[in-house]
């Protein structure tokens, strides 16, 4: 599929063609991205035309998203907060010579040695962040992989600017946002019936939100809780 980009007044905006039967625009958090999807046969100019009548829903959606709540920029101090699969926990940090995080009932510990600086810290708690996302990625993906009937993919975390997750059909790879770590755990198992979804299903179509709903009937509710927690800051 090629990606067509054009510029909509002051927006700008992805469009692919696909083997489809109507055109599907969407507005994509955290930044408003927009994407319009067409059929094969609609031309670019149509597809302009199209997107130039449903501006005033576009900028109103964009707004709300922008002007979204966004967590402040950490200083990694004692008493701060952070979160872990939707839970609150207040931060300690310890001098230490072995640099780790430790969880405890309602505080995350940063033992850190007396060198560290703000980047040393955020990068041992993203460590952190990665090990607890991923161990309760690999049941997830399991668990949902059997019941939806496919193979159990492999899988990555990363920093995602426009998505909480992605799906590589061709490799049959999924990529998950490292946020989702600090999501409530129902938000990450959303994302992950929606991404395996597209081993099954690569277009959102009726088949498609046929199957998220099937194995996450709730998800429309969930993915409005989800675009309206805090966003990362940066």
Request: hydrophobic letters at 35%.
């Amino acid at each position: 599929m090629k990606m067509h980009r054009i510029r909509v007044g002051s927006i700008d905006v992805e469009v692919i063609f696909k083997d489809i039967k109507n055109v599907h625009l969407s507005v994509h958090p955290p930044q408003g991205r927009v994407t319009v999807s067409a059929p094969h046969h609609i031309d670019l100019e149509s597809v302009k035309i199209y997107t130039a009548t449903k501006l005033p829903w576009i900028k109103k959606e964009r707004s709300k998203m922008l002007g979204q709540d966004r967590q402040p920029d950490k200083l990694y101090l004692t008493r701060e907060s952070h979160y872990l699969f939707g839970k609150r926990y207040l931060l300690k940090v310890t001098k230490t010579s072995r640099p780790n995080v430790i969880q405890h009932h309602s505080r995350l510990e940063l033992r850190i040695p007396d060198h560290y600086g703000e980047e040393h810290m955020q990068a041992l708690l993203y460590k952190f962040y990665r090990r607890e996302l991923r161990s309760k990625l690999d049941k997830l993906v399991a668990v949902y992989a059997g019941k939806m009937g496919v193979p159990v993919p492999e899988f990555g975390i990363r920093k995602m600017k426009t998505k909480w997750g992605s799906c590589s059909i061709e490799r049959r790879f999924l990529w998950f946002n490292i946020e989702l770590a600090k999501k409530p755990e129902q938000c990450l198992e959303y994302i992950v019936v929606h991404e395996l979804a597209h081993l099954l299903e690569r277009h959102h179509n009726k088949g498609f939100t046929a199957l998220v709903t099937r194995f996450c009937p709730n998800w429309q509710v969930i993915k409005k809780t989800l675009n309206e927690l805090p966003l990362y800051h940066g």
